[in-house]
């Protein structure tokens, strides 16, 4: 041991018996470890970003189609706004749309695996500036039916059934037209709602899925094919 090792009193030694600082003074590592004992970056982990994507696809009408894209959506755990279906120009086809809340990688999964399906035939995200638009059935209490159908009519509505208990309207429109909406009728006590989510097409002669043939060209849309 050196001279000026030994000339060192214990008054100048750190409180724990070694050199350097205690162990309160050091830095500390952020993040846990998983189970292999990793250390996780806590930004790297950190939830992505999500946005709302409107999906349309089409599918061919075989039997129990429309479960078998739910039911691949369910269990991928995806986050399912809305979804709705119906005919299109194409004998035998029908048209899906599909609102998802989910990341940009997730977003894509969705297509891909839907693309895979073999009763779709394509699928495409629309544009923000797509048409979109959704119906909702409002059924009120009817003790004010000259109130309930002054706001009918301030939201475009159509009165459908009319009694001395209950009145039912149909509203559509944009998401935030029938929010607005369903606020103003809360004031009747709203006592049942039905809300099918949106359905979009896309706007001016752009197809609204990829390889989709107008419906006056008498050809079948070709199945993407989707890395």
Known sequence: ??????????????????????PDERPHPEGRRNTQGIRIDPEAEAEPETRRAVLSALVEDDPGVLSRVSGLVSRRQFNIDSLTVGPTTVENHSRIT?????????????????????????????????VRTELVLLKVEGDEPDKVHAVTE??????????????????????QEIDDAIDAF?????????????????????????????????EPTQPTNVQ
């Open 1 to 22: 041991m050196s001279s000026d090792e030994t000339d060192q009193t214990d008054d100048e030694l750190p409180k724990h018996g070694l050199k350097g600082p205690a």
């Open 98 to 130: 599909m609102v998802v809340e989910e990341s940009e990688p997730g977003i894509d999964q969705v297509k891909k695996q839907l693309g895979k399906l073999k009763p779709v035939i394509a699928i495409g995200e629309l544009d923000d500036d797509a």
């Open 154 to 175: 301030m939201y475009d509505g159509q009165t459908l059934d009319a009694g001395p208990e209950t009145i039912t309207v149909q509203l559509t429109g944009g998401e």
């Open 186 to 218: 809360r004031q009747f006590g709203i006592i049942e709602i039905a809300r099918t989510g949106y359905t979009a097409l896309a706007r001016g002669n752009q197809a609204t899925v990829p390889g989709e043939k107008p419906g006056t060209a008498d």
